[in-house]
């Protein structure tokens, strides 16, 4: 038996292409938070090691703001925590 987000989801393709969406925004800006507290680094000295403002970080910290981030400042920002973005085929 499926549960109800089971049937949402394989029932109806737009909104399986819309949950995984937003649920890499949030896992990406999850990775962000978690990286930022493991390593006790603050939003202002990010934004200073990656060469962008405060505001920048706190955007991607943010699932609902993280989107309108251009990719060369995600990667700065990416880089500054000591990671780099690998693309595999899926």
Do not use: C, H, W
């Not at 038996?1 to 029932?11: E, G, N, R, V």
């Not at 949950?19 to 603050?42: A, G, H, P, R, T």
């Not at 970080?57 to 699932?63: E, G, V």
């Not at 251009?70 to 973005?85: C, E, Q």
């Amino acid at each position: 038996m499926k549960s109800t987000f089971d049937q949402f989801i394989t029932d109806n393709p737009e909104q399986k292409k819309l949950f995984d969406k937003e649920y890499e925004e949030f896992l990406l800006s999850e990775f962000i938070i978690q990286k930022m507290e493991e390593e006790n680094v603050s939003v202002r000295s990010l934004a200073q090691k990656a060469d962008v403002s405060p505001t920048v970080i706190q955007k991607l910290r943010n699932t609902e703001t993280a989107e309108k981030i251009n990719y060369k400042t995600f990667i700065a920002v990416i880089n500054s925590l000591g990671y780099k973005v690998k693309l595999e085929k899926i």
